[in-house]
């Protein structure tokens, strides 16, 4: 008669484990003596002690193959936010997570941890201190925000205690660190390009950003205090630095690290968000003819210009989160980390 192997506790595999918090996990985990599979569409490096699977997270027997024998699955995979690929959102980020959650069933997973997004609750206008009964957004600001949503009902309402499959999703912010393809190099090709001189509003506006060693720790927390009778069933955690700051400042903060001038010259908000929606439905007029992606979405200018910071006590008081790493040490670990985006380089 075949007996099924027990799943190890400590055997998850990480889906999307090549992006920016997918490696940062995985070799978090590996320091923490896991045994990790990574489930990718692409292999981005080789680290010992972890296994890859390369495949599409819509293919459920690639997927399958990935999950066997395995206890906690790490969800971090999505396309790049910055895609208006609208179709592309829909596959991966709402069919494709159906599909890893029937992948989780068959092969006798346990714990499905979601990378969600703080972003689910956003449309455009002030959060301060959000709490995670905030309502999902009614008119999410772009493809990405609404099928964020999606995705986190999916995995949420996916859990069962009768099942034994257990589900928690965090909800990150800004996240940023060493190898992040977005924050510092967005920042610094806006620079090089001359076009960091202007603050959007008076300067004042509150946001979190994350450092990733932080969510790593929200995440593996997490999966460690998921279990039928905690409170973590079905959930959603903020998972931030816990200490606001200007985005201004935090902004300028990098720039001068990596030797760049702070932007200095103030312009309405209302303004920069009008000519961004203009430029928006011009390039979607266009479309046919020419393409062309401004530097100043809309989405953009509304991250950039409102209050957006959230409140973790949820998860300080259920699974004892607190951030490891300060934001001040956070900024300089990470502007050391890019020294081949200093000026001039
Ligand atoms: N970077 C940020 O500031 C924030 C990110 N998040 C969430 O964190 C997660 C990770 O984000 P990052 O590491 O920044 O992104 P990333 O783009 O660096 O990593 C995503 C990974 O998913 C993989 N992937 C994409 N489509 C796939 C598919 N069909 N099948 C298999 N793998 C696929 C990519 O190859 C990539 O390695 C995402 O779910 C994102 O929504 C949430 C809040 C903020
Ligand atoms: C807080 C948060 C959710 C950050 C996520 C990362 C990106 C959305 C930001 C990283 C660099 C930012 C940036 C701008 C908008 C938001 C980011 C892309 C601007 C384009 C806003 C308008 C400007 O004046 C230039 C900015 C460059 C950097």
Redo the contacts with the bound molecule.
Sequence with gaps: MATRIRPSSKRCTV??G?????RHLVERLVDRGYTVNV????Q?YELPGVTFYQ????DKLALVMALKEVSIVFH??????GSDDGALFQR?NID?TRTVIQACHEAGVQKLIL?????VVFEGTDIKNGKEDLPYAKKPIDY?TET?IKQEKLVLEACSKEKGFLTVAIR?????GPR????VPILVDTARRGKMKFIIGDGSNLVDFTYVENVVHGHILAAEHLKADSPLCGQAYHITNDEPVRFWDFMSQILVGLGYSAPRYHLPYALVYGIALLLWFISLILRPLIQFKPTFSPMRVALAGTHHYYSCARAKQDMGYRPLVPLQEAVVRTVESYPHLRNGE
């Design positions: 889906i999307g090549s992006g920016f918090l997918g489930f990718d569409i692409r981005a495949g599409d997270l819509c971090c995979a999505s396309p790049a936010p991966v494709g990378t969600s997004s703080a972003s990405y964020k990150p912010h800004g996240i940023f992040d393809p977005q924050l």
